[in-house]
T-cell receptor, first 110, second 113 residues
Framework: LAKTTQPISMDSYEGQEVNITCSHN???????ITWYQQFPSQGPRFIIQ???TKVTNEVASLFIPADRKSSTLSLPRVSLSDTAVYYC???????????FGRGTSLIVHP | NAGVTQTPKFQVLKTGQSMTLQCAQD?????MSWYRQDPGMGLRLIHY???????DQGEVPNGYNVSRSTTEDFPLRLLSAAPSQTSVYFC????????????FGPGTRLTVT
């Protein structure tokens, strides 16, 4: 299984842009990069997925460089409600079973 | 669609007791799975199913059994509860095995005393 590395925690303030980077050095050629968001006392929620370059939806943007060994989740102008744990998932090694790491705990301050 | 539903929301067991955590989805998803989440930890996969009648072990299967007799339901059985099984349990489903777009239930908070 591909291993991902992301910061354990991050702090930000309302209105700022937050970028969370995930390293995935052994990502498979055909693998996608997926991000989930988990609010306290809730199950994770799929927020965005990409293969290369840039993907944007109403929640976030995902930037993937050409070598695909890392990816960056960008949250524009965060609010207190963006306080959550963010997980980066890849597969790698032929397994189709998604594996969640510890994620990045984002705390947004007033 | 109700999505993924889990019952109960909360449960307290004594050591040695058995129980079944229920999970159901109404989206006709092939793939279903169970995770546990402990404080400060990510989600760890317990068991998963790629379709009715097919189940397999995940990362932490010991002490748990599953079965999948229908597409909709995927119950998780604790055979003899232990304090180490105190955790929050999440059920998830996706359209097909290999899809990373999983839909999660609200979770069951289990305490074993």
């Amino acid at each position: 299984l591909a291993k991902t590395t992301q910061p354990i925690s991050m702090d930000s303030y309302e209105g700022q842009e937050v970028n969370i980077t995930c390293s995935h050095n052994n990502i498979a050629t055909n693998d996608y990069i997926t991000w989930y968001q988990q609010f306290p006392s809730q199950g994770p929620r799929f927020i965005i997925q990409g293969y290369k370059t840039k993907v944007t939806n109403e929640v976030a943007s995902l930037f993937i460089p050409a070598d695909r060994k890392s990816s960056t989740l960008s949250l524009p102008r965060v609010s207190l409600s963006d306080t959550a744990v963010y997980y980066c998932l890849v597969r790698g090694g032929g397994s189709y079973i998604p594996t969640f790491g510890r994620g990045t705990s984002l705390i947004v301050h007033p | 669609n109700a999505g993924v539903t889990q019952t109960p929301k909360f449960q307290v067991l004594k050591t040695g007791q058995s129980m079944t955590l229920q999970c159901a989805q109404d989206m006709n998803h092939e793939y279903m799975s169970w995770y546990r989440q402990d404080p400060g930890m990510g989600l760890r996969l317990i068991h998963y199913s790629v379709g009715a009648g097919i189940t397999d072990q995940g990362e932490v299967p010991n002490g748990y059994n599953v079965s999948r007799s229908t597409t909709e339901d995927f119950p998780l059985r604790l055979l003899s509860a232990a304090p180490s099984q105190t955790s929050v349990y999440f059920c998830a489903s996706s359209f097909f095995p290999g899809s990373y777009e999983q839909y999660f239930g609200p979770g069951t908070r289990l305490t074993v005393t």
